[in-house]
Nanobody, 119 residues
Framework: VQLQASGGGVVQAGGSLRLSCAAS????????MGWYRQIARDEVDLVAL???????KYADSVKGRFTISRDTSENTFYLQMNNLNSRDSDNYYC??????????????WGQGTQVTVSS
């Protein structure tokens, strides 16, 4: 399974972006999908999480501005980012966790997509 993240770019403060994460390959069961931002070389922080049952979790800094959603027919999930500010500038990574057909857990990461907010 591979995750392909896209949608990053340069936007002015107050603007919007929509990040996409498309999964290819055979996926048996998805437990959760999430977006993370890089805060150090090997460290990421949760931005938004979507559980398979539909519950969501957001970082306090993005509540009310970002929305995570999923297109089940395409195995693609999104992060709608509204009212962006300079503190949102970062490299964003998508993540998918679940179980393969043999029951073993998987944890896949997409490549980062850079979001730059200019003031």
């Amino acid at each position: 399974v591979q995750l392909q993240a896209s949608g990053g770019g340069v936007v002015q403060a107050g603007g919007s972006l929509r990040l996409s994460c498309a999964a290819s390959g055979t996926i048996y069961s998805i437990t959760e999908m999430g977006w993370y931002r890089q805060i150090a070389r090997d460290e990421v922080d949760l931005v938004a999480l979507l559980k398979s049952e539909g519950t969501t979790k957001y970082a306090d800094s993005v509540k009310g501005r970002f929305t995570i959603s999923r297109d089940t027919s395409e195995n693609t999930f999104y992060l709608q980012m509204n009212n962006l500010n300079s503190r949102d500038s970062d490299n964003y990574y998508c993540n998918m966790r679940g179980r393969s057909g043999d029951g073993s857990p998987f944890n896949y990461w997409g490549q980062g997509t850079q979001v730059t907010v200019s003031s």
